[in-house]
């Protein structure tokens, strides 16, 4: 079984500063892929960034940037610069890359609204 | 990049009344889509798995006669909320994997927000 935890209910932050949303799991699987969504008030989910449970990198897509500390099971998501179009909610999720089946959907976190302040 | 397209993106309907939702892929093939259900500043929950030319999958506790499922094509799976219900209203998001940023991802469509009266 997966689970995502975002503890986080809701995050200020001002205009063109930096913010952590916060991201933790819990897995069995030995090989797991991660990513962020964006969800603005319209609904639409939006694919952010993604982050394989091998890479020996930080997945990094523009002024987002993910710090995944696998042994720590943390995978925070870093936007730089903040905008007023990135107020949000953002979620969360995973899955497994080996699995088969509905095991292999993605899970979600219950997500962080963001606001960010002129 | 791949686009999932979702149609209606509101509907209104009557207590008892059957409500059906489109979900394409517009550039891509999927032989599997997703339908995912929403309540407000909650989290997205799976319903079912659609599989094209085969019976779709439902989620533990997901009643497959009150949400049927069709996946007619390789760009097409409809969401049928069959005798809709007041607590049937919510947001409804579909979704199908495609390739891009080095992994199969999902893109979503815009969702459907159901509202029975």
């Known amino acids: 079984a997966q689970k995502i935890t975002q503890t986080q209910p809701g995050m200020f932050v001002q205009e063109k500063e930096a913010v952590t949303l916060d991201c933790t799991y819990d897995t069995s699987d030995p090989s797991y892929g991660l990513f962020w969504y964006k969800q603005p008030s319209s609904g639409e989910m939006i694919f952010l960034i993604y982050?394989?449970?091998?890479?020996?990198q930080n997945a990094t897509e523009g002024r987002y940037s993910l710090n995944f500390q696998k042994a720590r099971k943390s995978a925070n998501l870093v936007i730089s610069a903040s905008q007023l179009g990135d107020s949000a909610m953002y979620f969360c999720a995973m899955r497994p890359l080996i699995s088969s089946g509905s095991a292999r959907q993605l899970t979600f976190g219950s997500g962080t609204q963001l606001t960010v302040l002129p | 990049g791949a686009v999932v397209s979702q149609h209606p993106s509101r509907v209104i309907c009557k207590s008892g009344t059957s409500v059906k939702i489109e979900c394409r892929s517009l550039d891509f093939q999927a032989t599997t889509m997703f339908w995912y259900r929403q309540f407000p500043k909650q989290s997205l929950m799976l319903m079912a798995t659609?599989?094209?030319?085969?019976?779709?999958t439902y989620e533990q506790g997901v009643e497959k006669d009150k949400f049927l499922i069709n996946h007619a094509s390789l760009t097409l799976s409809t969401l049928t909320v069959t005798s809709a219900h007041p607590e049937d209203s919510s947001f409804y998001i579909c979704?199908?994997?495609?390739w891009g940023h080095g992994a199969n991802v999902l893109t979503f469509g815009a969702g459907s927000r159901l509202t029975v009266l």
């Open positions: 982050q394989g449970s091998y890479d020996q």
């Open positions: 659609s599989n094209e030319g085969s019976k779709a």
């Open positions: 979704s199908a994997r495609s």
